[in-house]
């Protein structure tokens, strides 16, 4: 890390003790999200990151470009963490002794994520982060949650929104007006990338971004709308397109995905059980754009009789925007999202790591598991086809 996070609110620590932990898929320095997960769980005091595999650059991409910042830091670490050992394959990795836990943090691509995570299920892993979405489809999830049941293994899927500040800030204030007697205000969930129009966003959304818009980017909303607002695809009445928010880019060879997208799910009432920290909705407004700047917003807007109409909750707030600039500064080949969503990463790592050390059974009270990851996988599978014909026909979509 480049300079010290801001200041954060952490769960109590545990009893001192050390939790053994491997890093899957670490790829290049200060440009993959598996290498910024390495640096942060080297700074937790209660890990010891026994292992580290790098499937590429210990592989096949062991001449590409990227080897030579990779095979420097490897050595860095060997001389700094002399019992950290690198494997270039997961089916490398000994299998686990003894009775202590063990976290396996997956940060591969999502094509590989459900081998990786079989592979580290059969290695002894008792606890598993992934990395988001955790699989292509929902049937892969399927799949995965149900060996992860069948081995007694904990897994939590990295959507760290879920711990954000702006989230649990929004959803406070809806509780206070709803708890006052209001109506339930409008709310919004929206999350906007800065890549530039163009050549760059095409090469994007054929490349790192073929799961498509609602996979790949929106899947932190659609997952922070399974698991704190309840919303499921048996609960959809209506589904609508603000079509001047909307565009559908032709990628060739029959494919397409959006730049930009804005839609509101309309629900029938929720009649599942509370959810920690969450809030009960009758519909739910979505907006996402590729070029619109780096930044997430939960937005709500207020039916009547208060002294404001609106009110906005931002990653980053004002405080974390200046670190954010002052740290791309200190180093500018971080990638800028890393930066602006570390306290989260670390957060919700750190959440799941006191929770293993305490003992504690299941995963963490808000996170999201496998059943809610997949439930928003379920969402996106549906949603994809469903947002493509509200574009094309013009018309809101509702059950047949």
């Known amino acids: 890390m480049p300079m010290p996070m801001p200041s954060q609110t952490l769960p109590n620590e545990s009893p001192r003790t050390k939790l053994d932990t491997i890093l899957v898929c670490c790829g290049q320095p200060k440009l993959s999200m598996g290498w910024f997960h390495l640096m942060q769980l080297l700074d937790e005091p209660h890990v010891n990151v026994r292992a580290v595999v790098e499937p590429f650059f210990l592989g096949p991409g062991k001449d590409t470009p990227g080897a030579a910042a990779f095979n420097e830091m490897r050595q860095s670490l060997k001389d700094t963490h002399p019992d950290l050992t690198f494997y270039a394959s997961a089916a490398d990795l000994p299998i686990r002794s003894g009775d202590a836990p063990l976290l396996a943090l997956i940060a591969g691509r999502t094509c590989d994520a459900p081998r990786l995570f079989t592979q ?7 606890h598993i982060y992934i990395e988001k979405p955790g699989a292509e ?60 129009p163009g050549a760059e966003l095409l090469s994007f959304l054929r490349g790192p971004g073929a799961e498509g818009m609602l996979h790949n980017m929106c899947c932190h909303e659609l997952a922070l709308a399974v698991s704190l607002f309840g919303v499921s695809t048996s609960r959809l009445v209506r589904v609508s397109v603000a079509r001047d928010k909307t565009e559908l880019v032709d990628l060739g060879e029959g494919k397409s995905d959006f730049s930009k997208v804005a839609f509101c799910l309309e629900l029938t009432p929720d009649e599942g059980p509370p959810r920690p920290g969450g809030a009960s909705v009758s519909q739910l407004h979505f907006a996402a754009d590729r070029c619109g700047g780096n930044f997430s917003r939960l937005t709500l807007r207020f039916a009547n009789a208060l002294a404001e109409k609106e009110a906005s909750f931002c990653l980053p707030d004002a405080e974390h925007k200046l670190w954010v600039a002052e740290a791309q500064a200190a180093d500018p080949e971080i990638r800028p ?8 990463y670390k957060t919700l790592k750190h959440t799941f790591i006191e929770h293993i050390l305490a003992e504690k059974p299941g995963i963490p009270d808000g ?21 493509k014909y509200c574009v094309t026909t013009g018309n809101d979509w509702t059950p047949s």
């Open 120 to 126: 580290l299920v059969e290695k002894g892993a008792t």
């Open 137 to 196: 489809n929902a049937a892969q999830l399927a799949a995965m949650r149900e060996l992860a049941a069948r081995r007694d293994v904990r897994v939590v899927v990295g959507y760290n929104k879920n711990v954000a500040k702006y989230v649990r800030d929004g959803l406070a204030r809806m509780r206070k007006v709803v708890g006052a007697g209001e109506p339930a205000p409008q709310v919004t969930l929206e999350h906007c990338n800065e890549f530039a």
């Open 337 to 344: 999202y890393f930066l602006q969503q570390a306290p989260d």
């Open 367 to 387: 996170v999201v598991g496998l059943e809610d990851a997949e439930g928003a996988l379920r969402l996106a599978d549906m949603l994809v086809p469903i947002l």
